[in-house]
């Protein structure tokens, strides 16, 4: 009823008469995501009715082609390098403030991060602090 609707509005907004839906663009409408919601259906039906040259409406289906995760994105393998590059810069910056997390001289100075955030990071990434910690 919607996608009824869209077509009947931007098609009398562009002067044009459309009878009928083609099976497949409707096919294609109740497929895909919308992940840009209804927004993103005014917006394709609008630009396919502007282009539309008979009484039937269709949309090109490559204006709704899923987007298949890429499998070649290294998106866990980067993760891991910059957590294991975080940990080395707070392990860095402890041995250098001798332990110390807080203060003009301390570890969370020296990174630019509150001191909370530091202890949060400290903990996640499972360091030992007081390791750093000078007798």
Not at 9 to 20: C, D, F, P, Q, T
Request: hydrophobic letters at 35%; aromatic letters at 6%; one cysteine or more.
């Amino acid at each position: 009823m919607l996608v009824e609707y869209l077509i009947e509005r931007y098609a009398e907004k562009a002067g044009k008469k459309i009878r009928s839906i083609s099976k497949k663009t409707l096919e294609l409408f109740q497929t895909y995501d919308w992940p840009g919601n209804i927004r993103e259906l005014q917006n394709v039906i609008e630009r396919a009715v502007v282009l539309c040259e008979g009484e039937t409406f269709t949309v090109d289906e490559t204006w709704l082609k899923r987007e298949s995760p890429s499998s070649s994105g290294p998106t866990e393998p980067l993760v891991a390098h910059l957590s294991e590059r975080e940990k080395e810069l707070i392990e860095a910056a402890l041995a250098e403030s001798r332990g110390q997390m807080s203060g003009p001289t301390g570890a969370a100075a020296k990174l630019g991060i509150p001191r909370q955030t530091l202890d949060w990071k400290i903990r996640r990434l499972g360091i030992d602090r007081h390791r750093f910690k000078t007798a």
